[in-house]
């Protein structure tokens, strides 16, 4: 069936969420001067970069705490820069996932025959999200804060605030769905946030979006079994030094994904959550890092969570950057991948770039460069250094030498940059053992990813698309513009090492979606036209750009209709734009439908969550700013179905033939076959 195209690739298994752990500490981002510097470039009188990359990506434990506190010491030196361009922590490539099969009720009545999950990234792994369901009921959050003012008159103090009670600004509610004629909401619970439901627990998570509410610091188990009387069971509360990067559920248990700030005496025991009042602790010397030193301001742990009990039954800990955002996880069903960016040592660039341009500089001013490379002081002041330096150099210039070597630089920067594009900033990958925990193999890449939708496995190889160039910056001497990037996409094979490659698709633009389905890729560039690229990967060691296809716009969301239809949602000319492709002669892909929606925006642009593709009545739902939006691609065609002008529409969900459309407001019901209203409630 449609629907399970792929089943095979789609993993079963979920450290997934474990690997938010290491979301987790890698996060290497070094030597980077603020906002200037952000290229590494590799020449005979500096460390060899494969050599670089071996050492950020060994990992070890800490042996002792004075090693711990050591490290710290050290990473105070590191300076981070990270300029990412969307995909969060858990942001996960989502696979096509249709629904689930229900059993029959017994004594209560027939149960729908199928029921719609959230749009995952891995079948059988369920995210969290504002909305989930189990065929009877419906779960669904308004994520608000606990309180909110009545009136922020500018003067008043917080004391002073008029406030409402979250009972009348969110909270999740359980709504009784199936059969529609049935509808009406059961109960509520005074708590908002993302949820996650297997069989009698619901789970609150804070979504972080709010960090001002009340219960923003604690995560809420409940048992709905009763969903006219759902029964707290247990809270843990997220100490004020730690935050959520994402959770998973999977085969009864949750995976929680945490950030935990050190404290000021680096102190070798963390306490990152406490169960009902008792802290859970972490050991300095059970934590990860690597053997090469990183901006070293968190650590990163992912715990495994009983839902019954709130009891943490495993975890695994790294260090890693106070940022997040710039690490990349994927899983599969033997594996996990977690993904750092290593922009590279400003020093070490500018000091390479002099040694191939000799002639431009004297050679007090090289040997001073290559001499503070070794300098145990921060990235930001080595850099303030280099500046006065050249500073030196350039005031003892006449006028006229001066704007002559000003312009040399600059071009060649520009050529140098250009010229060691894929030696400069990198991309490592650790591969962890999903059983054990053990790592067990490292890889490199040159250039950024996306988000997750940039890593694939398949057979044994892990493919990965990335952007090459894309944050080349001058530094004030010139140097390589945005017409420098390009995208490339490298098959790791055994032992993580690169086996093949497609490189300099979509120059001067960058990566704006990716999807891997089996032995093909489907790469989208963006700059002003949108480039839709097909890879074929069917022999891994000479991967090879099979297709392009150039139409105006770009794609942001990428999802599999079948093995031959891929669907795009994306932008063009500031309006959503739909785009059927037809992938069947991979050397010559095709747009064989388009509709641009009268909304500047859709949800799904930020999340796959708000996706919903239904393959029984071939239809697929998406939010926007003014309502709901239903539309068919039966025949190859895309068709705008239905709209519903409520404008806080969010999320939809089916149940049998029922199409369930959630706003902050209310829900309205309707019958798939035939699109008429059959019920609406309100929220």
């Known amino acids: 069936m449609e629907e399970k195209i792929n089943q095979k690739n789609n993993p079963k298994f979920i450290f997934a969420v474990l690997a938010s752990l290491a979301v987790i500490g890698i996060l290497i981002l070094a030597f980077l001067w603020t906002q200037r510097i952000t290229r590494r470039a590799p020449v005979s009188e500096i460390e060899p970069v494969n050599n670089q990359k071996e050492k950020l990506t060994e990992v070890k434990k ?8 050591d490290y710290l010491e050290k990473a105070k030196n590191v300076s981070v820069f ?45 995210e969290p999200d504002t909305v989930k369901t189990n065929g009877k009921e419906i779960f669904f959050s308004v994520d608000r804060p606990e309180i909110m003012p009545l009136d922020d008159t500018a003067g008043r103090t917080d004391e002073s605030r008029e406030l409402f009670p979250l009972s009348q600004t969110g909270g999740t509610k359980s709504i009784a ?63 004020k030094s730690s935050s959520i990067a994402g959770a998973r559920f999977y085969k009864g248990k949750i995976y929680l994904a945490m950030k935990t700030d050190f404290s000021e005496n680096e102190s070798c025991l963390l306490e990152p959550l406490a169960l009902q009042g008792v802290p859970f602790s972490i050991k300095c010397t059970d934590i990860y890092r ?135 900033d990198s991309t490592g990958i650790v591969k ?26 398949y057979q044994g190889d892990l493919r990965v698309a990335t952007t090459v160039g894309e944050n080349f910056l001058g530094w004030g001497l010139g140097g390589a513009r945005s017409s420098e990037t390009v995208n490339d996409v490298y098959v790791l094979g055994d032992n993580m090492k690169t086996e093949g490659s497609v490189i300099d698709l979509g120059k001067g633009e960058r990566i704006y979606s990716v999807r891997f389905i089996e032995d093909k890729g489907y790469v989208v560039t963006f700059k002003q036209v949108d480039p839709f690229y097909v890879i074929d990967l069917s022999d891994p060691m000479n991967p090879e750009k099979k297709g392009e296809l150039k139409i105006p716009g770009y794609s942001s969301y990428l999802h599999p209709i079948s093995k031959e239809r891929i669907l795009g949602i994306g932008e063009e000319d500031n309006r959503v734009k739909i785009s059927l492709f037809d992938v069947s002669v991979p050397a010559n892909p095709i747009e064989i439908a388009k509709y641009n929606l009268n909304e500047y925006y859709s949800e799904i642009s930020q999340t796959h969550h708000a996706f919903l593709l239904d393959a029984k009545h071939k239809i697929f739902f998406l939010p926007g700013a003014k309502g709901g939006y239903v539309f068919s691609y ?14 806080q529409i969010k999320r939809a969900v089916y149940i049998d033939d029922y199409l369930y459309m959630l706003g902050d407001n209310k829900l309205i019901v309707l019958d798939e076959k035939n699109w008429e209203k059959t019920g609406d409630l309100d929220l």
Do not use: C
């Open 634 to 647: 039966a025949g190859d065609k895309i068709n705008l179905a239905k709209t519903v002008s409520e404008n």
């Open 432 to 457: 962890i053992g999903a059983g054990s925990l053990n790592i067990e193999a490292t890889g490199n890449v040159p250039g950024k990813l996306l988000n997750q939708f940039s890593l694939d496995e």
């Open 177 to 239: 769905a199936f059969p529609p004629e049935n509808l009406k909401v059961d109960s509520k619970i005074n708590r908002s946030g993302d949820l996650l439901l297997s069989d009698k627990y619901l789970i609150v998570i804070p979504s972080q979006r709010y960090f001002w509410s009340q219960d923003s610091s604690r995560i809420y188990g409940y048992d709905a079994s009763n969903p006219e009387n759902p029964r707290e069971i247990w809270n843990m509360e997220i100490k």
């Open 82 to 126: 990270s300029n990412g361009r969307g995909g969060g922590l858990m942001e996960m490539s989502a696979k096509s996932t249709d629904s689930i099969n229900v059993p029959q009720a017994t004594g209560l009545g027939a149960a729908p025959s199928r029921v719609s999950e959230t749009n995952v990234q891995v079948e059988g792994i369920d």
């Open 62 to 69: 800490f042996a002792s705490e004075q090693e711990f506190k």
């Open 290 to 424: 690597p053997a090469t030193v990183i901006p070293a301001e968190a650590t990163y742990s992912t715990v495994i969570i009983d839902p019954a009990s709130g009891k943490i039954e495993k975890s695994v800990s790294f260090v890693g950057s106070s940022d997040y955002t710039a690490s990349t996880v994927y899983m599969s069903p033997e594996a996990l991948y977690v993904t750092y960016y290593f922009p590279g040592d400003s020093v070490k660039i500018l000091a390479s770039f002099f040694s191939e341009n000799g002639d431009l500089v004297p050679d007090w001013l090289a040997q001073k460069l290559k001499k503070l490379e070794g300098y145990d002081i921060s990235s930001s002041a080595k850099m303030t250094e280099v500046w006065e330096l050249i500073g030196r150099f350039q005031n003892s210039l006449s006028d006229d030498d001066r704007m002559r070597m000003q312009n040399e630089i600059s071009n060649r920067m520009g050529d140098f940059l250009k010229n060691h594009r894929r030696d400069l």
